[in-house]
């Protein structure tokens, strides 16, 4: 494999024999740009530990395919290109389109067509425009070929790893342990990287309590210093709304991207990324399977230093029977302000929750919870709610409505729910983090 840089391009190309016959709205502050402080050295976790099962085949007929070249030409933040040449026994070629992906998850691979030079075999597949949004830099970009010829028969390379989507504009420190590879921009605070691991190490036990294994790739953290380097890979603007935005977890990426905000420490910037690391270990062992306020409740719980007392504030309003109804349409939503306007209230609702079922099942049962939700194959987005409750259930031993009950007792509220005035039923779309109370 040879990798070349040249400017902000970086190609990587591989050379084949192969023959097969089958938003913020303030700038943060800016930071002394010194030196990073060394990490001790440890295991290194293998960057490329991607399952892809899937090996190189023919389809629909009989030839002989070569591979001869592939290239992956990198123009972050404008996209990338795929670049190749492929002969076949069957004729000439007729079609071209890549597969493409972070993780080794074949529902989460993108198609991209291509076009073809049937005389030559050159082959070109561009990825670009709002084919290339919201792409963040640094992931890893995975790929196969597919190409057909003019007797039909279709070719599947097998696939192929190591590119990167590379910031190359500006200067970064790439850092790696066990837990993450992690991309700190240059101009954030210096001890950023230890307080990182030390973190993400602290973690390590109880998220295999929970999720029972470690994640199936090593997952990226990307640490930006400036608004322009969170933005510009993305159309939408990051504090539209209202709402700011300052991290966001991929999980079919394998990627957190994380803002340094205004006057954040990095022990604040550490806490947030492990909030969305939970949400990578969500995505890799149940996929989301859950309501919103348990997704972002269990992030949540996964915290070492909260920024308030998340179960005063439901507290406060549980001795005043103002709980939501948790097992009713979604329950809360994560962002929703809640009785007193401040926000994030799905987020603490569900934080207590988890807490609950922790001191009362215990982590066995969480993590029982996991494999059950896990368990379907196949699993549509209007299944997932009664999906989640029956597992729940199924646990714990008890009705959704027992556990709810039980829930609100321990709170401090009355058993029997409150007479509420219905509300809409609105689908939970995965949020980024935001900043409490909308700072």
Known sequence: MKHSIFGPIMVVTIVFGLLLGVLISTAPQGYAQDSFTPVPDVDVANNDDYTYDDPARVENGEAEWALNETQFINNY?????????????????????????????????????????????????????TDADGIPPWVPINYRWRITDESGTIYYSEWILGAEYADTTRQWTRLETNDALVFIQEGLPTNIADVMFEKLAQKREEYLRVFGEPLSYSPRIILFADQTAFQEWRSFEAGAGGTIIVGQAFGERGTIVQFLFQNETAEELANTVVHEVTHLYQFDKYEFRAVGWWIEGEATFFEFAPDYDYAQRVRNYAILDQLPRLFVDFGPIPNSAGPDGRGRWGYDVGYTFYRFMVERFGYETLNQLVQLLAEPEELAGFEVDEHFKASLEAVTGQSVDTLERQWRVWLGAPEDFPTLIPTPTIAFNFPPTVTPFGQ
Not at 90 to 115: M, N, T, W
């Open 77 to 129: 933040p404008d996209g990338f290109t795929f670049m190749g040449n492929a002969t076949s026994t069957g004729g000439k070629l007729a079609s071209v389109s890549v597969f493409f992906s972070s993780v080794g998850k074949e529902d989460y691979e993108i198609r991209q067509r291509g076009e073809v030079n049937p005389e030559t075999g050159q082959m070109r597949v561009v990825v670009e425009g």
